[in-house]
């Protein structure tokens, strides 16, 4: 059974840092890309950043200079490193493995960037 649980979400000010996490289990981590999602109320999915397993990394142009995606295959997880965060950084969080015809998605997390 294929498990994506994602932590590390909740509630800051603007301006400040969070660091999303996801571990995966049920697959052969270091096989799949790795991608974080997001959607804020209202809107559609959009793709925050991913990663390839060789560690080759991808962002979102509103994610660039601000958001770091890493990955540790040996613990099974990938990261999400979040500063300067703004409100409109606001949303459900999701993780994403994807490999060929394999797409598996976390339960999300939700990040709220609020004075």
């Known amino acids: 059974q294929v498990q994506l649980v994602e932590s590390g979400g909740g509630l800051v000010q603007p301006g400040g840092s969070l660091r999303l996490s996801c571990a995966a289990s049920g697959i052969t981590f270091s096989m799949y890309v790795m991608a974080w999602y997001r959607q804020a109320p209202g809107k559609r999915r959009e793709l925050v950043a991913s990663i390839f397993s060789g560690g080759t990394t991808t962002y979102a142009d509103f994610a660039k200079g601000r958001f770091t995606i890493s990955r540790d295959n040996a613990k099974n997880t990938v990261y999400l490193q979040m500063n300067s965060l703004k409100p409109e950084d606001t949303a459900v969080y999701y993780c994403?493995?994807?490999?060929?015809?394999?797409?598996?998605w976390g339960q999300g997390t939700q990040v709220t960037v609020s004075s």
């Open positions: 994403n493995a994807r490999k060929q015809w394999d797409d598996y």
